[in-house]
């Protein structure tokens, strides 16, 4: 059998576009150490003609932000017949939209924190500062605020003192036009990420991550030795257990396919907490799905040629 013909996506037009631009690079070399004929594609308006022009066997999206995963690239790639690494169009609307993940989630038996989401015109309507401090009274301090919908934590705030909470509401509404205000679960927090390889779902160990004095925002994310990463996370055997099966189980109920990351949160008892699932998981040089794959004894080049074959496997829509 020929090579595969892969087309990998990056870049767009979304606040993630750097980060997709090196995830992209980073696919496309791993493809080409497998043995794969790569080209490297921008999601622009001469997507289609172009993805015509190559006739690529798959795609391989490496688009973050809005482009890549709320799943209208994905109904396009159907529509044109094309098969994709990844989830479908409709599991990445549903991770997409974080406030009705966790509920799906949740109804998978796996415990998420306290939130409630707001559209920018209930505050308009109802009054910022009433509306602010009911979130405060009912969930406490610190609270997060971050986008309904979006990756890389851009426009994310941890709220220590409720005269901040305004400020941070106003900077999350530029990244969208619903906000999360979350209860602040203390804890390790922790990435697990899920591959299909070798014709399994697998869970690949913990990464824990750990921001000296800060969170793990979009710098801390991106810039090298700005988080400190323990692969595999430092846990009880017990528990790093609950936390593979947390991460599997909202996996499945969201109904993720090929790959994945699920953040969580571990708190102080041993609970695994969800955060998020991320449909298109970055893998830049200092992205923790190929620390994962690393740690679990895999080579990163044959995990995405996997990939790419069970993407081959699974017929277009």
């Not at 969201?254 to 893998?283: C, K, Q």
């Amino acid at each position: 059998m020929s090579a595969p013909r892969v087309a990998v996506l990056a870049g767009g037009l979304s606040h993630e576009r750097d980060v997709s631009l090196r995830s992209g690079r980073r696919v496309a070399q791993s493809l080409r150490g497998s043995g794969c004929e790569v080209v490297v594609l921008d999601a622009d308006a001469h997507l289609l003609p172009r993805l015509e022009q190559e006739a690529p066997d798959v795609v391989w999206p490496s688009l973050h932000g809005a482009v890549g995963e709320d799943g209208a690239l994905r109904d396009v790639l159907d529509l044109v017949g094309l098969v994709h690494v990844g989830s479908g169009a409709a599991a990445c609307r549903l991770a997409w939209d974080k406030p009705v993940a966790a509920q799906v989630v949740a109804a998978a038996g796996v415990a998420v924190p306290g939130e409630v989401a707001l559209a920018h015109t209930t505050f308009r309507d109802l009054g910022a500062h009433a509306v602010l401090a009911a979130a405060a009274r009912r969930f406490g301090l610190p609270l997060v605020v971050k986008p309904a919908r979006g990756g890389s934590a851009l426009g994310v705030t941890v709220v220590r003192e409720e005269d901040d909470l305004a400020r941070a509401v106003a900077e999350c509404f530029a990244y969208g036009g619903t906000a999360v205000l979350q209860r602040f679960v203390a804890g390790t927090e922790v990435a697990v990420s899920i591959v299909e390889v070798g014709g399994e779902l697998r869970v690949l160990p913990a990464v824990e991550v750990v921001v000296d004095g800060g969170t793990y925002d979009y710098d801390a994310r991106y810039t090298a030795g700005a988080a400190e990463f323990f692969t595999p996370a430092r846990l009880p055997e017990d528990t790093a257990r609950r936390v593979a099966d947390a991460a599997r189980a909202a996996h499945e109920a969201l109904g993720l396919r090929h790959l994945s990351r699920v953040d969580l949160v571990v708190r102080r008892d041993g609970e695994p907490v969800f955060l998020e699932a991320n449909t298109a998981p970055g893998t830049t040089e200092t992205s923790l799905l190929p620390q994962a794959v690393r740690a679990a004894g895999l080579d990163l080049d044959a995990v995405y040629r996997d990939l790419v074959d069970t993407a081959l496997r699974t017929p277009a829509r």
